[in-house]
């Protein structure tokens, strides 16, 4: 993943985009299961805010270490 993430919000395919996952059911997995980052809703969209991505992404690496 790159270290700038968009100043967007971004959505669940840039999610599948961003880290390679198989398809968007796996981002809707993750929070089914609350162990993704955390996301909202607009209306009926997803969307996820880049900084709570990557303190996701930060936390996942901290669990790794």
Do not use: I, N
Request: hydrophobic residues 35%.
């Amino acid at each position: 993943m790159a270290s700038e993430l968009p100043t967007r919000f971004l959505t669940p395919d840039d999610l599948v985009e961003m880290f390679e996952l198989p398809s968007v059911e796996t981002v809707y997995q993750w929070r089914r299961k609350r162990t993704g980052p955390r996301g909202f809703r607009v209306g009926r969209h997803l969307r996820f805010d880049p900084d709570d991505v990557r303190a996701w992404v930060d936390s996942q690496l901290g669990e790794a270490a």
